[in-house]
């Protein structure tokens, strides 16, 4: 069974700050996604990592994939309140015969709080 | 625009019923999924379907049954309804084709459902 350890699971901070999110497992996957769900929605997808050291950037935020594909990290610059919510990385499998189906692996989240 | 719809945003259900949980996508996507979201635990896989009248079982799959007579509907089953049963139910739908980074899920904005 995969699994993917997030950290932390709870961060509050100030506008303006800076933040780290990390996301580590023991396997190997083919690609790494990151989500962020707001209060009462779904998770919307952020970005999809794919080659191992790939660095993606989407305005502040930038995501980068390890050199082995077993975890992954997502910095936040001048953090801002439209920022808080919920954020999930989630692996894909690495293909077992073209039968994964595409399930992902789901990290248990942090929730982020950006105070004004 | 692409979407992933969920035909009741909330729902108080009484202890024994049974309840359906509608789930439509537009993108002709093979893959659905069914996820109940709790605090603490993080997604939770409950089934998944690959193609019409297929499916498999996820993570916690007892007290529910899921339907796909259609490509585009995937409805969730509570045979008898309860009280655990109260959480975020998330429906997702993903493709198979392409490359991995179509392994991204959209998915439905949520289904509070409360068991009383």
């Known amino acids: 069974t995969q699994l993917l350890e997030q950290s932390p699971q709870f961060l509050s901070i100030q506008e303006g700050e800076n933040l780290t999110v990390y996301c580590n497992s023991s396997s190997v996957f083919s690609s790494l996604q990151w989500y962020r769900q707001e209060p009462g929605e779904g998770p919307v997808l952020l970005v999809t990592?794919?080659?191992?050291?790939e660095v993606k950037k989407l305005k502040r935020l930038t995501f980068q994939f390890g050199d082995a594909r077993k975890d992954s990290s997502l910095h936040i610059t001048a953090a801002q309140p439209g920022d808080t919510g919920l954020y999930l990385c989630a692996g894909a499998p690495l293909s077992a015969g073209g039968t994964s189906y595409g399930k992902l692996t789901f990290g248990q989240g942090t929730i982020l709080t950006v105070h004004p | 625009d692409v979407k992933v719809t969920q035909s009741s945003r909330y729902l108080v259900k009484r202890t024994g019923e049974k309840v359906f949980l509608e789930c439509v996508q537009d993108m002709d996507h093979e893959n659905m999924f069914w996820y109940r979201q709790d605090p603490g635990l993080g997604l939770r896989l409950i089934y998944f379907s690959y193609d019409v009248k297929m499916k498999e079982k996820g993570d916690i799959p007892e007290g529910y049954s899921v339907s796909r007579e259609k490509k585009e509907r995937f409805s969730l089953i509570l045979e008898s309804a309860s009280t655990n049963q109260t959480s975020m139910y998330l429906c997702?739908?993903?493709?198979?084709?392409?490359?991995?980074?179509?392994?991204?899920?959209?998915f439905g904005s949520g289904t509070r459902l409360t068991v009383v």
């Open positions: 997702a739908s993903s493709s198979v084709f392409g490359t991995i980074a179509n392994y991204g899920y959209t």
């Open positions: 990592v794919v080659t191992g050291g």
